[in-house]
């Protein structure tokens, strides 16, 4: 690793010895990176990666709300403001209870050089809270909603920081998200998107992410002259990005076998019914368990991590950090998978990442496979201002060239720094460019 680059790693590593997510996406991102260094060694005058992995601020705060019971509830809400040299910050708010100051700087990291590869003008952050919706009712995700947004208000903006969905937040939040924004400030604005179609949001908002991947997906095979066409998928988790990628999946030709939640997966070798999944994940929100008693010949298997011995040609992480290991990799590789590519941000560990290149697996990071989602949102943002909504088919096109400008640019950077088809390069290296000039362009601020 290049010198100036290894001495700003150390340091943060001895600053956040407990930040094991962030640690983990700097590592990958780094290494990437180090050669752009060798090629620029004025930045390290202007301290250009001290301040690219110091977050810009950190908003941390307590969430007070009120169960159905009467019991007061607490929660620690935060919002990780990390770069806006290219746009205002953009990214989306988590829910779940595993999140941490750790999740959200990695995710808030990743989401800097994602929206920089969008080619869209929106700089990066990532928000959320250890609350867990699952079990609540309505009134409860509302009230949690509503409290978390009266301090969230004082921070974001439509030209400042403006949040989306994630894990755990969809439409239903972003609504009540949305209003008490809009019932304390007075402002009917862009502050949020993924927001319902009738009060500014976008057509193919909802659609975005999993379209996005498999535009991706098929982008990158074409070059190696294959396609999704006669292929097997696997599709891990069973939320927004999953559905939408199973079905793009399966409308350019795939046939998608199973799919997950973080209980367990299902299999039905005639291809997934996604009516199906939709009903009992969008509609009930309940667990994928159910598809295996609805449908004939599908199976159902306990702990999520088994997916990755189901046998595919094209695998699709779609759930969370972390889910794809070094046996999951294994797993694939002796099922002779050829592609990975991410839905989900950060799905697969260092370890099995390097195992699927060295096997020769076709492998496209999150930050360059998922960016359609948030593509759609700076799009939303865009139509917001312009206070017109265009088609499905104007958006869904706009995003279809957005995943293909990715995928070529992602392409070339790897090509130029030598290592041809290493997409994980192309990926932090063309991100990362546009962010830097930016913020030499900036001083020193
Ligand atoms: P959802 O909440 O809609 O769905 C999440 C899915 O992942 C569910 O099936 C969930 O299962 C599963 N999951 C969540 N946590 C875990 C866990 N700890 N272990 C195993 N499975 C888990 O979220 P999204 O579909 O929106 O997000 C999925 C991934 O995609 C995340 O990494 C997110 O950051 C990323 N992403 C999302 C974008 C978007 O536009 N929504 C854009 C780009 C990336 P269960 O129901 O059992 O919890
Ligand atoms: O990880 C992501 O890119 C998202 N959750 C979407 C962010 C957004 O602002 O739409």
């Known amino acids: 690793m290049n010198a100036y680059v290894q001495r700003v790693f150390d340091g943060l590593k001895a600053r956040n010895p407990q930040e094991k997510e962030f640690l983990q996406a700097a590592t990958e991102v780094l290494e990437a990176l180090s050669p752009v260094f060798d090629k620029h060694p004025e930045y390290e005058k202007i301290g250009l990666l001290e301040r690219f992995v110091e977050p810009d601020r950190i908003i941390m705060f307590r969430v007070p709300w009120v169960d159905d019971q009467g019991q007061v509830q ?41 929206n920089s590869l969008t ?45 989306a969905g994630d894990i755990g937040v969809g439409a239903r939040e972003i609504g009540y998200l949305y209003g008490q924004y809009k019932r304390i400030t007075g402002l009917y604005e862009g502050v949020l998107t993924g927001k319902g179609l009738t009060w500014g949001g976008s057509l193919a908002r909802k659609e975005a992410t999993g379209f996005g991947l498999c535009y991706m997906t098929n982008a990158m095979l074409r070059k190696h002259g294959l396609s999704f066409e006669g292929k097997r998928v696997v599709v891990s988790g069973s939320g927004n990005v999953a559905i939408y990628a199973a079905q793009k999946a399966t409308e350019l030709g795939g046939l998608v076998v199973a799919m997950s939640d973080s209980n367990g997966y299902v299999v039905d070798e005639k291809g997934i019914d996604l009516a199906v999944v939709k009903q009992i994940k969008e509609v009930e929100r309940g667990r994928i368990k159910e598809y295996a008693a609805r449908v004939p010949g599908a199976s159902y298997t306990e702990g999520f991590r088994g997916i990755w011995t189901v046998k595919c040609d094209i695998a699709l992480p779609c759930a969370t950090q972390n889910e794809l290991d070094l046996d999951g990799a294994k797993a694939l590789v002796a099922s002779k998978c050829f592609a990975v590519c991410e839905g989900a941000n950060m799905p697969t560990t260092l370890e099995a990442t390097q195992y699927l290149q060295q096997n020769g697996v076709y492998f496209v990071p999150g930050k360059a496979a998922n960016a359609g989602g948030v593509a759609v949102s700076a799009l939303e943002m865009s139509q917001n201002s312009l206070r017109l909504s265009w088609t499905f088919e104007e958006v869904d096109t706009r995003l279809h060239g957005i995943m293909e400008n990715i995928f070529k640019a992602i392409d070339s950077a790897a090509k130029e720094y030598g290592q041809e088809d290493n997409y994980v390069t192309g990926a932090n290296i063309a991100g990362f460019l546009k962010v830097a000039n930016a913020m030499v362009a900036h001083g020193c601020v």
């Open 119 to 163: 080619g869209l003008p929106i700089g990066g952050g990532k928000g959320g809270s250890d609350f867990d919706p699952k079990g609540k009712s309505d009134n409860e995700v509302m009230r949690f909603c509503q409290s978390f947004m009266t301090e969230l208000f004082k921070y974001v903006g439509k030209d400042e920081d403006v949040p």
């Open 74 to 114: 607490v929660n620690r809400g935060f919002r990780v403001q990390f770069n806006n040299a290219i746009g205002p910050y953009k990214g989306g708010l988590r829910l779940h209870p595993s999140v941490n100051l750790s999740v959200i700087k990695f995710l808030g990291f990743e989401q800097v050089l994602k």
